[in-house]
């Protein structure tokens, strides 16, 4: 293929454009290359690595290691005839078929896949973006390590780290860090709610409780933060309104979404996300599609989740939608199987629910690794991490 810089391919010809190189967009273009004549993939993604989200916390504790759960997408698409440009969608144009990016390119499409993802949302909370780390980028992982570090080794009376949000990633991520200060400080575990994981199956949830308990991780529901400072949370609670000293703060709480423009507008859902038919064609377009977070679709029980599961389950049919619309062929509706629910319960540990297993403990931390191995992007990569693994086993 050309470098795509070059020029813009006529609207028939071009590629078919991938527009982020997460679980929908990564794996929609690795379902497309292995076709038996693959169409022209141009995938375009800013970061130099593929992040593996569910699996942050093991980094975060140093369970697993980085080239694991990030591999470098040079690595990952060397040899798949998928060609990566690194770079960030600012538009879409449907009508003249082109995307045009924050390096100044302007490219041409046959089609296209929006699969940017969702970022946290602050929800206006006044210092949030200042003060509060985040958790979902390689990033606020080092920056959490460092925190860790610092607390441990000050070892200073009442030092308290506040985790904002009880859903699966604040309790997952609470347990960790509990597990790694070992005592070094207070963890405070903030929900809005009037529970945790309110999504969550009964027997996660029930194991989740007892963990954050064992771990003496303070659980406050029905709280709301009001503004988060340098040191301190300001929070409304049922006992009124309060001011907490903190070391830090890690918001985990909501989703924001923020696709590159498209003209003509596309019809987006209360919190952004962009509305799709069955197919994941989105709504009034004829050649734009959406899979992942950003894809607003119902599944048979309401709106699908904004999760890595749907998203990879999506890759493979759209990627087939996408060569059936290529062809003029109907395209088929996607249908969401809920294969069960694992969550990361502190070091050595999780809890799962599916393929007819209600699992705890040990054992559910690795039937939960093995599943994500199997989850990992690509063949060649999944073998890589499977050598490493067997590599570090000590009977
Ligand atoms: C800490 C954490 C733990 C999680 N754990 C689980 C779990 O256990 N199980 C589960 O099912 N789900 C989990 N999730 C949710 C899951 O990770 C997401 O649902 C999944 O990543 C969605 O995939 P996606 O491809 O839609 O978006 P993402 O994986 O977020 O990828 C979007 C990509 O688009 C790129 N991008 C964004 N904008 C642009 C642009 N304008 N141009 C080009 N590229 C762009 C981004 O750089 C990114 O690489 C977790 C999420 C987090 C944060």
Redesign the pocket.
């Known amino acids: 293929m050309t470098d795509p810089a070059q020029g813009t391919p006529a609207p028939s010809h071009g590629p078919i454009v991938i527009?982020?190189?997460?679980?929908?967009?990564l794996y929609t273009a690795l379902a497309l290359a292995e076709q038996r004549q693959p169409p022209p993939v141009l995938l375009?993604?800013?970061?130099d690595r593929f992040l593996f989200?569910?699996l942050?916390y093991e980094l975060l504790s140093g369970e697993l290691r980085r080239w694991e759960i990030a591999p470098r997408y040079d690595a990952l698409l060397a040899g798949k005839g998928i060609a990566w440009l690194r770079d960030?969608?600012t538009h879409i144009d449907a009508t003249a078929q082109t995307v045009s990016t924050e390096g100044g390119r302007r490219l041409g499409f046959r089609q296209l896949v929006l699969?940017?993802?969702?970022t946290t949302s602050s929800f206006g909370i006044a210092g949030v973006r200042e003060h509060a780390l985040g958790?979902?980028t390689l990033a606020d992982v080092e920056r959490l390590q460092q925190l860790i570090a610092e607390l441990r080794s000050q070892q200073l009376p009442l030092q308290r780290l506040a985790i904002v949000g009880a859903g699966?990633?604040g309790v997952e991520l609470a347990c960790k860090l509990a597990d790694l200060l070992e005592g070094a400080a207070l963890i405070e575990l903030i929900e809005q709610g009037g529970e945790a994981l309110p999504q969550c199956r009964a027997f996660n949830r029930e194991q989740a409780l007892r963990a954050l308990q064992s771990r003496d991780v303070r659980l406050r529901t029905g709280t709301r933060v009001q503004a988060v400072g340098a040191s301190q949370l300001d929070l409304h609670g049922p006992a009124g309104s309060e001011s907490l000293p903190v070391r830090a703060v890690v918001w985990t709480a909501g989703l924001a979404f923020q696709p590159?423009t498209i003209t003509p507008a596309a019809v987006g859902e209360g919190r952004g996300r962009l509305c799709c038919e069955p197919s994941l064609r989105l709504r009034g377009f004829q050649h734009l599609f959406a899979a992942?977070?950003?894809a607003a679709l119902d599944g048979e029980e309401g709106p699908l989740p904004?999760?890595?599961?749907v998203?990879f389950q999506q890759a493979s049919c759209l990627a087939a939608n996408l060569l059936r619309a290529g062809a003029g062929e109907p395209l088929e509706p996607f249908r969401y199987r809920d294969l069960g629910e694992?969550v990361s319960l502190g070091v050595g540990e999780a809890s799962l629910v599916g393929s007819g297993l209600t699992l705890a403990g040990a054992a559910a931390y690795q039937l939960r690794r093995l599943a994500y191995l199997t989850r990992l992007p690509g063949r060649t990569h999944q073998l890589r991490v499977a050598a490493g693994w067997l590599a570090d086993w000590q009977p």
Not at 44 to 47: A, D, V, W
């Open positions: 527009v982020g190189g997460g679980f929908a967009g375009i993604e800013p970061h989200l569910p942050l960030r969608v699969g940017t993802g969702g958790f979902r699966p990633s590159p992942g977070d950003i904004a999760t890595a599961q998203a694992m």
